[in-house]
């Protein structure tokens, strides 16, 4: 998922507009109204950064940019980590726009130590810290979804022990999120991008989920990933449905917007949308093209892939 780079870039932020297809005020200038909107078939959901050359480094106004080129949803990885005031000016804001929060990340995500994996009690205890912590971030933002990874195997243990370990941290956190209506959704992530990690398949995530047995825990289905590491998308989609709380997109290779790569999302997207998925799907990638075209490039990729 790379998420470094993604918090790196969400720490910019946003301003104007861009010249094609949309009308927007100028910086400083009284707000106008839009030419056109394009109304899409899924909650997309960007990441601050992602519209900074055509909206500016003002968050706020990168949240209106993403209104009103149509996008109903915005994620927002590094959301714990910014102030309490920053956080309740994003919530007011999308609140303003009737936007909804995507996922953040609820945890200390360990790369390339076990963690969860490990059953060790003081990781345990640190974990479900984090958890509650989140909880209050949650409600800050009007967040439902919020994303963990279970972190590196453990090479000293069975692979049937660390799922036992991962099952049992889960389960304690679900009993701090269910009462709140918040969910963690579990994200398998590649082979290749990141060796190492415990969960990499949407069946093993589907199991895991099974076993903890809990509405505040299911999966975070990213596409990008799973092209790499499995394939077999609309099947494993189909399977692991009512497991599945959140979706996030990026193309392979180059994870950039749709139709940038081999991965058909004109049929991905549509299944989703007849399947009556109602949740947000997270545009956790980058633009393939540089500036306000690169810019442009996503929108009108999401369009053309996305639109009712």
Known sequence: MQRRSFLKQGAIASGALFSGGLVQASAGSPEKPLAEKHRFNLKYAPHFGMFRQSAGEDLLDQIQFMADAGFTAMEDNGMKDRDVSTQEKIASKMSNLGMEMGVFVAHTIYWSEPSLTKGDPEILEAFLKEIRESVEVAKRVNAKWMTVVPGFVDLRQNHDYQTGHVV???RRASEILEPHGLVMVLEPLNFRDHPGLFLKQIPQS??????????????????????????N??????????EIGYFQ??????????????????NVFGHIHEKGFSGIVGMEHGNSK????????????YASVGSL
């Open 233 to 242: 998308l609309i099947p494993n989609i189909d399977q692991a449905w009512e």
């Open 249 to 266: 997109v990026g193309d392979n290779p180059g994870r950039n917007e749709p139709t940038t790569g081999e991965i058909n999302y004109l």
């Open 206 to 231: 589907y199991q895991v989920c099974q076993a903890v047995d809990s509405p505040s825990c299911k999966i975070l289905f990213d596409l990008y990933h799973m092209q790499i590491q499995e394939g």
């Open 168 to 170: 049992h941290a889960l």
């Open 290 to 301: 540089q500036g306000k075209e690169g810019e442009q490039a996503v929108i009108e990729a």
